[in-house]
């Protein structure tokens, strides 16, 4: 069922909105043009930014660096009550997308995906997003420089919010 | 803030390497993700440049319009600096419901048309203003409702029922997209720009 409503969600935004818009009599073919010239310029002035998150996340990673401050800062998520397997998730996720996936494979293959921290990092990786990447990219494109309260307030609801994962699993689990 | 960050993920890597040896590793990911992030962004053009042209057409025909409307109370909370009418709010938006969908290269081509277009809102800038700071905040708390990766993932891994965090997930997004505008609205303070 879900695999159905995925394949068919794009499909049918452009059958609504090609018939839509015809109807309408727009200009459907110059229109689609002029917003398609806008997407390739955008995508193009990103490069930079892209090429920039990319290395500093892969030489902190490929450097053994993450697993210092995850090996760190175990012993004080422990005591908060965090599971010590889904550290490096909560470290990972909000660098990196792929990264995190990568850590809820080896989870869910080591642990079993309906154990309780299979569960706890499955829903931790649907209920969250990769912050540095979207806040360097979205910012970069516009080349704002102050971000202001941005990032403190999105990693002060991120660590919130995995409590409260932690906290819906443990009882909903059981 | 990303300033900093970028120079601290940078400087304790290679330091790090370093001190540990793993020189060679980290002369190889500079090579090799220099190239990912061009890889990345060509794969991109394509399909950014097929979303802001469908969704052009969705605009241009009011499509959009009206859709927005019913979300206008929400978005006037949100976001009070945007003008009535502004096309900012109606990218803001889209990328919202792209998000919730989880159409993820479509979410990124609105957000960033939406950036564009409360970047002509803003009087210094360089300085990030509320409505810049609330949409991202909110953007990234996550608002996607089906995590269709992990199901994925999990059914590879011989779940017997794949499915089973759905519920869960879209109760935790609720709350982190609320502990988010909260957070958000905290921290706006009382300076407007």
Partial sequence: MLEIISLAMMPAIVL????????????????????AVEGIKTAIKIMPNLIA????????????????????LNPITNILGMPEEVLPLVMIRPLSGSGALGVVRDIVSHYGADSFIGIVASVMMGSS???????????????????RHTLKAALVSYIISIFITIFICSHLFN | MINTIWFLLIFIGIIYGILTGNLDEINN??????????TFGIGLIGIMAFWLGIM???????????????????????FPDIPKDHSAERWILMNFIANMFGIGNGATAFGLKAMKELDTLNHNKKIATNSMA???IINMSSLQLIPLTVIKLRHDYGSPNPTAIVGITILATG??????IIVGKAFEGGRRC
């Fill in chain 2, 175 to 180: 709350f982190s997209t609320l502990v988010a």
């Fill in chain 1, 53 to 72: 998150i990319f290395i500093a996340i892969g030489i902190f990673r490929g450097s053994q660096a993450l697993e210092m401050f995850i090996n760190l």
């Fill in chain 1, 129 to 147: 997003e990769t912050i540095f990447y979207t806040m360097a990219l979205y910012f970069g494109s516009i080349g704002v420089k102050d971000h």
């Fill in chain 2, 29 to 38: 990911i500079i090579i090799k993700e220099a190239g990912e992030g061009v």
């Fill in chain 2, 134 to 136: 609330m949409f991202l």
């Fill in chain 1, 16 to 35: 609504i909105i090609s018939v839509y818009g015809y109807i309408k009599g727009v200009d459907i073919y110059d229109t689609f043009i002029e917003g």
């Fill in chain 2, 56 to 78: 052009n057409i969705a605009e241009k025909s009011g499509l959009i319009k009206t859709i927005s409307k019913g979300f206008r109370p929400m978005m006037r909370i949100l």
